[in-house]
């Protein structure tokens, strides 16, 4: 019972992430009225989330949590993170290119054949096994997510094809994968420090690349903008550290296959989020599309439980 309990418990954390960083196409867009560049907007929402997490971290530091030192993680784990860092700031970067020069339903349906990539990379890997039921929840959620993306399209709709973008999408979906695959690696420092480095790198990173392309003002802008700046601290918070740490968790405890096929319910949540605050109506065929990736994310739940019933109980590396 507590094994089912704790499955369940990570999928709802996964759907959480998933949630919030579907509140990033309604925020971002709002933050591109008001002026942002998309590099810069990676800058910001990296940095505030970093910043938040690292607070949090020296919070639970004063109420007797160990930290673990960097010097006492192995050089293997510090050149996964290093690399993940890397991988991190490439996704961030290549998905706001993506949605500049191409249309976003085509953007998102390069970028959302990660999980798929996952599970070939996982199989090849010798992690994870694919049964029956993780090929049925995994071809049902990318079957959903393919409805949800293009069923709000119609006959009068034009999808803006254009080379930069699609590769751009595609290079997300391989440095999302990759992330995916390479937390394994940092497994033994707690999530809250991995993330909270994998954001400071990314800010550092994205923030050279925003001036070398645009110029240093693009990212002093949001000083200038009281509501813009107000923005970008929510971003921060609910949009990058609490997602991705939880993302992170989620990684850890239900491994990469249940997670990719899970955090297929994120374009779900965006298209109903830009139907309630950008009027951008939900189609039956929309709505149909979200039911069977919810259909999906049971299946994946339901086949992980019959595992674990006949396994023994093993933490999660690096824990919560």
Not at 61 to 88: D, E, N
Not at 135 to 148: D, I, N, Y
Not at 242 to 265: C, D, H, K, W
Request: aromatic share 6%; proline share 4%; with cysteine.
């Amino acid at each position: 019972m507590s094994n089912d309990r704790s499955g369940w418990a990570g999928a709802a954390v996964v759907l959480i992430a998933a949630s919030l960083f579907a509140s990033l196409g309604v925020l971002s867009r709002t933050a591109y009225d008001e002026g942002m560049t998309p590099f810069a907007f990676v800058t910001w929402r990296a940095a505030v989330g970093a910043t938040g997490l690292w607070l949090a971290i020296s919070l639970a530091r004063t109420r007797g949590r160990a930290i673990v030192r960097w010097r006492h993680t192995t050089p293997a784990a510090r050149r996964s993170l290093g690399f993940a860092i890397v991988v991190g700031t490439g996704l961030n970067l290549a998905i706001f290119t993506a949605f500049d020069h191409t249309s976003i339903a085509l953007a998102l349906l390069v970028f959302y054949t990660y999980p798929a990539i996952v599970a070939g990379a996982s199989v090849l890997l010798g992690r994870e096994a694919l049964d029956r039921a993780r090929v049925a929840a995994l071809g049902l959620a990318l079957a959903g997510m393919v409805t949800v993306v293009l069923g709000g399209t119609d006959s009068a709709s034009t999808l803006h094809l254009d080379a930069l973008g699609i590769g751009a999408a595609l290079v997300a979906a391989i440095c999302q994968a990759a992330f995916v695959l390479l937390s394994r690696g940092y497994g033994a420092l707690p999530t809250d420090q991995a993330m909270g480095a994998i954001l400071a790198g990314t800010a550092v990173i994205a923030a050279s690349v925003t001036i070398i392309t645009g110029g240093a003002a693009a990212l002093t802008l949001p000083f200038a903008e009281p509501s813009l700046l107000a923005l970008l601290l929510v971003v921060g918070i609910f949009a990058a550290a609490l997602p991705s740490f939880l993302f992170l968790a989620g990684i850890r405890q239900l491994g990469a296959v249940r997670t990719g096929i899970l955090m297929l319910a994120e374009p779900v949540v965006g298209v109903f989020l830009a139907a309630l605050f950008l009027a951008e109506a939900v189609s039956p065929l929309q709505a149909a599309g979200g039911v069977t990736i919810l259909v999906a994310a049971v299946i994946v739940q339901r086949d992980a439980r019959q595992a674990d019933a006949t396994a023994p109980l093993a933490p999660a590396p690096g824990g919560l």
